[in-house]
């Protein structure tokens, strides 16, 4: 994976595929302490214990096509590379919690990428999941809700070009605001 | 700054059109999005059919995405369904590939067999 959001995008199809109809992403970045997280909470199916304990390995997955699952093993490879850590809570019909942080100056830290244009496939993937987003720098935070925006669109789906578009530009305001000049690197 | 207001403007805009479209032609493009299609660049991809199709005012054409289709190894994988449920198989697609489908397949009913998995396993 390149960058963050395609880490971002590819867990996520981990919530939607434990049947979630909530998904939950924060985007936390503290620059004081140079640390940024990126948390997603679902309330999909969970995994009992023993499969959360294997769950980071490589050999364990859900999927039927083949027997290796490499999207949770690949984010900690990139967690930990950048002197950070992989936390995973799970409980069995209720949701799990991921959480994936990195230290910011690290040079082995992947860029953030297009968080923006993750969101937006997503919802184009899967337009019934209520998704959640909150961008927070300690100072200040923003928010954006599939929930609200399917009350102000009515009878017009998001899935709409024109809707994806605002959305996708909306986002990515709200990344300019929160980690502009936070994160070492070029946004948007 | 974006606003909802805005939003609100798409809404009645898209309201008009959107009476317009009933009984489209009902194709389906699904894309692989699983661990190997993202590594492998199946964003883009997906990007690029979304790009082409409003290009071309084809509102009525479903853009979706799946798991692993199971041949990893040919990501990124996009799959077009047509309205009676037969299914085409493209393998490591690109955004350039993309839009030659939209244009030849999507628009002309004319499958672009040299993308196609059948060629790939040759």
Redesign the interface.
């Known amino acids: 994976m390149r960058d963050l959001s395609l880490h971002l995008l590819d867990i996520v199809q981990n919530s939607i595929s434990a049947g979630a109809d909530k998904i939950d992403v924060k985007i936390c970045a503290d620059k004081a302490n140079d640390r940024i997280c990126i948390e997603i909470n679902d309330n999909g199916a969970g995994m009992d214990e023993s499969f959360l304990k294997e769950v980071l390995s490589p050999f364990s997955t859900s999927r039927k096509t083949r027997r290796v699952g490499l999207g949770i093993p690949l984010l900690e490879a990139a967690c930990t590379r950048a002197d950070g850590g992989l936390d995973i809570t799970s409980v069995r019909f209720k949701g799990t919690s991921v959480k994936a942080c990195f230290k910011i100056s690290h040079i082995d830290r992947a860029p953030l990428g297009d968080v923006a244009q993750t969101m937006v496939n997503l919802i184009m993937g899967s337009p019934d999941i209520d998704y959640e987003m909150e961008l927070d720098n300690i100072k200040e935070s923003f928010r954006f809700s599939t929930a609200q925006i399917r009350q102000t669109l009515g009878e017009v789906p998001l899935v709409q070009y024109e809707v994806m578009m605002w959305i996708k530009e909306y986002i990515d305001e709200g990344i300019k605001n929160i980690f502009g000049g936070l994160l070492d690197e070029i946004i948007g | ?2 606003s ?1 207001a ?3 403007e ?2 009645k ?3 008009e059109q ?1 009476s317009l479209r009933k009984g489209g032609n009902g194709m389906r493009v699904v894309v692989g ?4 299609g ?2 492998a660049g199946a ?1 883009p991809v ?2 690029a059919f ?1 790009e082409e199709l ?1 290009k071309r005012k084809l ?1 009525d054409i ?4 799946t ?4 041949v ?1 190894r040919l990501e990124p994988i996009v799959e077009i369904f047509d309205k009676d449920g037969s299914k085409v198989t493209y393998v490591k697609m690109t955004a350039e590939k993309a839009a030659r489908i939209v244009a030849e397949h999507i628009v002309n009913g004319r499958v672009c067999l040299e993308y196609t998995i059948g060629e790939a396993d040759k």
């Open positions: 700054m974006k909802l805005e939003l609100e798409i809404r805009k898209t309201l959107i999005m699983a661990t190997c993202i590594a964003r997906m990007n979304v409003n509102n479903t853009v979706t995405m798991g692993c289709i199971g990893c």
